[in-house]
C-alpha cells in the first residue's frame, strides 16, 4: 500500500469516527480523555492539508530541479566552448590554466559549472585582447555572465522548495501518526464500552484500514 492511499484511509476512518461520535462522545471520553478525541477532531482536516501540500511541494521542487538543470547545461555548454577555443587556439598556458582549461567540471553540480564559468569570465578580464584572438566575443561573454545569475538565482529557488518540501512532509507524517494512535485509542476503548453491543463494536472496527495479507509463497514443483 502505497503512503498516498495510507493517508487517504487515515483521513476517512477519521471522518467515520466523527459520525459515531456524535452519539457515542459522552459514552466513550471518560475512557480516553477529551483530548485523544478534540486532537484527532483538529488533526484530521490539518492530514489532508498536509498531504495535499507536500504532493504540491514535491511537483514544484522537481519543476525547480528541471529548471535548474536545464539552466546548468545551458551554461557548462558556453563554458566548454570557451574552453575549446583557448585549448584549439594554442591560447599561452597562463591564459588556459586562468580560463579553468583542463580542470574537472561536473555539469551536475552548481556549484562546478559556476566555478568554470567565473574561470572564463576572469580569463577574458585579464587577457581579453588574446580570448578575442581565438573568436571569443564580448556577447559571449555577456552570455555567460547572464547565464551564471539566472542559475545561481534558479539554483536558489530549488534549495528553497527542498526545504518547504521537507517541512511539508514532516508536518503530513507527524499529523498522521497521531491521527493514526488516535483512531487506535478510540478504537480500543469502543471494544470496552460495546463489549455487549457487537452491532456497534462492529461499526468501529470497520473504521479501522484492513491489512493485507502476504501471500503465502508457491509450494515447489516436484
Known amino acids: 500500500m502505497t503512503l498516498s492511499i495510507e493517508f487517504e484511509n487515515a483521513y476517512r476512518s477519521v471522518e467515520m469516527l466523527t459520525e459515531l461520535l456524535k452519539k457515542d462522545r459522552g459514552r466513550l471520553e471518560p475512557r480516553v480523555g477529551a483530548g485523544i478525541i478534540d486532537g484527532m477532531f483538529a488533526d484530521g482536516p490539518l492530514l489532508r492539508e498536509s498531504t495535499l501540500e507536500a504532493t504540491s511541494a514535491r511537483r514544484a521542487r522537481r519543476t525547480a530541479t528541471l529548471g535548474q538543470d536545464s539552466a546548468a547545461l545551458s551554461l557548462y555548454g558556453r563554458v566548454m566552448a570557451g574552453r575549446g577555443a583557448c585549448k584549439r587556439g594554442r591560447l599561452d598556458r597562463q591564459v588556459c590554466n586562468v580560463a ?81 494512535d488516535a483512531i487506535s485509542i478510540i478504537v480500543g476503548a469502543a471494544g470496552l464500552q460495546f463489549v455487549d453491543d457487537p452491532e456497534r463494536l462492529a461499526l468501529y472496527e470497520a473504521v479501522l484500514p484492513v491489512q493485507k495479507r502476504a501471500r503465502p509463497a508457491p509450494a515447489p514443483k516436484a
Open 100 to 180: 579553468g582549461v583542463g580542470r574537472p567540471m561536473k555539469v551536475s553540480v552548481v556549484a562546478s559549472v559556476l566555478d568554470g564559468a567565473r574561470a572564463i569570465l576572469e580569463a577574458y578580464a585579464q587577457f581579453p585582447d588574446q580570448l578575442r584572438s581565438v573568436g571569443v566575443l564580448p556577447a559571449d561573454i555577456e552570455q555567460i555572465r547572464a547565464l551564471s545569475a539566472s542559475l545561481e538565482t534558479v539554483d536558489a529557488a530549488q534549495e528553497h522548495t527542498k526545504v518547504t518540501a521537507k517541512e511539508k512532509t514532516a508536518a503530513r507524517n507527524a499529523a498522521y501518526k497521531r491521527v493514526k
